[in-house]
């Protein structure tokens, strides 16, 4: 692991470099190298996940003059494990994660969530290395910069909510979700579901439950319709 590289991606210098290394062990690797010295990332993930949670909060509340459940919205689609995923993909810390051979094959949500878990770990691990003002700084410059955007796109909103209220505008109809297929064991499920506008296919999503499948489908039939 290229301790120097992360720490550039990352803005960061540690003090102790074993804590980074820790937030970016998923404990699968453990299961598999018995004699790894360091722990997994959980519980740093814990830390990191309360340490996110009260910065962003600060910062909308000092910055916003929203309602509070405008605010929630704002800050739900800042820490929601997609966005999260993808804030940790631009850093490049997907090259550096520490897994099973059987993790590492995993994509599609699975990934998304331990990348998310992964720089929650890493903000629990800069809290503790370098203090609260360093953690702002890094959470203000890598995360908190999506904001302008996501409001602009609207995507605080929920997605069910916005497509069918911008169909119902343009259309006058209601959108329907089917079930395409559901798979998987009981618990670690699989539902894949499409959203129709009458008989036209527009949007197809996958969940670990139908409320998110049919969510996700929702935001795919957002983002490749012109509405």
């Given at each position: 692991?290229?301790?120097?590289?992360?720490?550039?991606?990352?803005?960061?210098?540690?003090?102790?470099?074993?804590?980074?290394?820790?937030?970016?062990?998923?404990?699968?690797?453990?299961?598999?190298?018995?004699?790894?010295h360091?722990?997994?990332?959980?519980?740093?993930?814990?830390?990191?996940?309360?340490?996110?949670?009260?910065?962003?909060?600060?910062y909308?509340?000092?910055?916003?003059?929203h309602?509070?459940?405008?605010?929630?919205?704002?800050?739900?689609?800042?820490?929601?494990?997609?966005?999260?995923?993808?804030?940790?993909?631009?850093?490049?810390?997907?090259?550096?994660l520490?897994?099973?051979?059987?993790?590492?094959?995993d994509?599609?949500?699975?990934?998304?969530?331990?990348?998310?878990?992964?720089?929650?770990?890493?903000?629990?691990?800069?809290?503790?290395?370098?203090?609260?003002?360093?953690?702002?700084?890094?959470?203000?410059?890598?995360?908190?910069?999506?904001?302008?955007?996501?409001?602009?796109?609207?995507?605080?909103?929920?997605?069910?909510?916005?497509?069918?209220?911008?169909?119902?505008?343009?259309?006058?109809?209601?959108?329907s979700?089917?079930?395409?297929?559901?798979?998987?064991?009981?618990?670690?499920?699989?539902?894949?579901?499409?959203?129709?506008?009458?008989?036209?296919?527009?949007?197809?999503?996958?969940?670990?439950?139908?409320?998110?499948?049919?969510?996700?489908?929702?935001?795919?039939?957002?983002?490749?319709?012109?509405?």
């Open positions: 692991m290229d301790i120097k590289e992360i720490e550039k991606r990352l803005g960061v210098v540690f003090k102790d470099t074993e804590l980074l290394v820790s937030s970016l062990t998923h404990r699968s690797y453990l299961n598999e190298n018995r004699d790894f360091l722990p997994n990332n959980e519980r740093l993930e814990f830390l990191g996940d309360a340490v996110l949670e009260l910065i962003s909060t600060e909308l509340y000092l910055n916003y003059p309602p509070e459940g405008e605010l929630t919205n704002f800050r739900s689609a800042l820490v929601n494990y997609r966005m999260l995923s993808e804030i940790a993909k631009r850093l490049g810390l997907e090259d550096y520490l897994l099973s051979k059987g993790e590492a094959k994509t599609g949500r699975a990934r998304q969530v331990i990348m998310a878990n992964a720089i929650e770990a890493v903000i629990g691990a800069i809290y503790l290395d370098q203090g609260y003002d360093v953690t702002k700084e890094f959470i203000l410059r890598e995360i908190m910069v999506e904001l302008p955007t996501i409001i602009h796109d609207g995507a605080y909103l929920d997605p069910k909510s916005k497509l069918q209220e911008v169909v119902q505008e343009k259309f006058g109809i209601t959108p979700y089917n079930v395409v297929s559901e798979s998987g064991p009981d618990h670690d499920k699989v539902f894949v579901i499409s959203v129709y506008l009458g008989e036209k296919k527009v949007g197809t999503g996958e969940g670990p439950s139908k409320q998110e499948a049919e969510v996700s489908a929702a935001q795919n039939a957002l983002k490749t319709n012109k509405f």
